[in-house]
């Protein structure tokens, strides 16, 4: 891969120059990404076959593959090294970096949200609390280049919008002034995601095991484990505890509240010991079942439009930010109406083994719905869509109403849609 040994040696000639200045890596990084024009240059699949093919590849820095489907490691210098990462369906996690760097898009595209965090608390070094809101949202295209710094001044996700997607990162080995790469929890949570403690691994695992297994007595042991335990351990509790109790499929079909009842029992407890902090948790616990939720039923489906317009629902908390992006991507066209065509499309598509009627978990989708959902999508009041959807449909209100409220919530469209 002679380009990308051309790509490290300037960019090692030129961080040398400036004696290893780590506040200007990023911006020698970003340049020589730019300049090296490696995206129309390099075949994304030549550097498959080359791993294929050659007998040395250089020191691999992710062997396991952790980050990427797969990361390879393509050059290696002193004090920094450049990566390629494939990606399938993969999303990264909200994070910041401990290093600094650039990557640039290979391949495919990308909605990349940029975020800043808020510390109120700081529980212990691994754990803070705050506030976690979204910046900007931007969609890149193969070519874009951006520059990384390390902390919490670029806290960021990347959604890999094509199957697959490749993305070039130039890094360094470590940033001093940041030890910690901080992962984040919308909207409250900051936490060392690197961070291990035997205990605190073994706790978690029993009341894994105790809610797998449905022990009789399985809420009165985490109970009694809960009663004395820190917040960090708390909330690592109470998360593995709603992953089992928090979306019962079942109870919620035949509205049973069995689970959610002793699940509230849990937040309850926890209270006695840790005060109103806990009750900013279910709101991050819910956000990450919407997440996963999303991502499942896009899963589901193959078609790049919807996957597109999914992938929005999942990262966009706004409506106006959503048909913004439709706009971007689809210029020529009223994205309004676009949204609108999808959504009825996705209500043809059912997920394969589950009890609901189609992708949007909609039941008896018809055009009323759609009425709905286009006077949503335009910004207008409650009452002019029940005004709207009774001209073209004739539907009583109160059928109109229970409609808007189901709408919104949707797991695809509470957070867009919400009042």
């Not at 999303?91 to 595209?109: K, P, R």
């Not at 890999?160 to 490749?166: K, Q």
């Not at 991050?284 to 991502?295: A, G, M, P, S, T």
Request: overall charge negative.
């Amino acid at each position: 891969m002679q380009e990308f040994q051309e790509l490290g040696e300037l960019i090692e000639s030129r961080w040398r120059a400036q004696n290893y200045n780590d506040n200007r890596f990023p911006e020698i990084a970003a340049e020589a990404l730019t300049e090296c024009d490696l995206t129309g240059k390099v075949d994304p699949w030549d550097i498959i076959r080359w791993v294929h093919s050659t007998p040395n590849l250089p020191r691999q820095q992710d062997p396991r593959g952790k980050f990427g489907n797969p990361p390879i490691t393509l050059f290696v210098g002193p004090r920094f090294y450049v990566d390629v990462y494939f990606w399938l369906d993969g999303t990264t996690s909200i994070h910041q970096h401990a290093f600094s760097g650039a990557f640039q898009v290979l391949l495919g595209s990308s909605v990349h949200s940029r975020f800043r965090f808020e510390q109120e608390q700081e529980i212990n070094p691994y754990f803070l609390i705050g506030n976690l809101s979204l910046q900007s949202v931007s969609l890149l295209a193969k070519g874009d280049t951006r520059q990384i710094l390390p902390g919490h001044e670029f806290i960021h996700s990347l959604f890999h919008l094509d199957r697959p997607s490749a993305t070039i990162t130039v890094r360094s080995n470590h940033s001093p002034s940041d030890a910690i790469q901080y992962s984040y929890l919308k909207p409250y949570i900051a936490y060392d995601p690197f961070f291990e403690e035997d205990s605190l691994v073994k706790k978690i695992q029993t009341v894994s095991l105790l809610l797998s297994m449905k022990h009789p007595e399985a809420d009165r042991f985490i109970e009694a484990l809960i009663h004395d335990a820190d917040f960090q351990t708390t909330f690592s509790i109470l998360k593995t505890s709603f992953e089992f109790l928090g979306n019962n499929q079942l109870e919620d079909l035949f509205q049973i509240k069995k689970s959610a009842n002793r699940f509230q029992s849990l937040i309850d407890r926890a209270r006695l010991r840790h005060g109103k902090l806990v009750d900013r948790l279910p709101e991050v616990f819910e956000e990450q079942l919407r997440q996963k939720d999303i991502v499942q039923r896009r899963g589901a489906i193959e078609g790049d439009k919807h996957r597109f317009f999914l992938a929005l629902l999942l990262n966009v908390p706004n409506r106006s930010g959503v048909l913004e992006l439709i706009k971007n991507r689809f210029p020529d066209a009223d994205p309004v109406g676009l949204a609108v065509s999808w959504i009825k499309e996705l209500a043809a598509i059912r997920i394969f083994g589950s009890h609901e009627p189609n992708v949007l978990g909609l039941e008896g989708f018809d055009a009323s719905h759609l009425v709905v959902f286009e006077g949503l999508l335009n910004g207008l009041e409650d009452e002019q869509i029940v005004l709207l959807t009774n001209q073209k449909t004739s539907l009583p209100k109160s059928t109109i109403v229970e409609a808007l409220a189901l709408i919104r919530a949707l797991p695809l469209f509470k957070s867009i849609f919400k009042k």
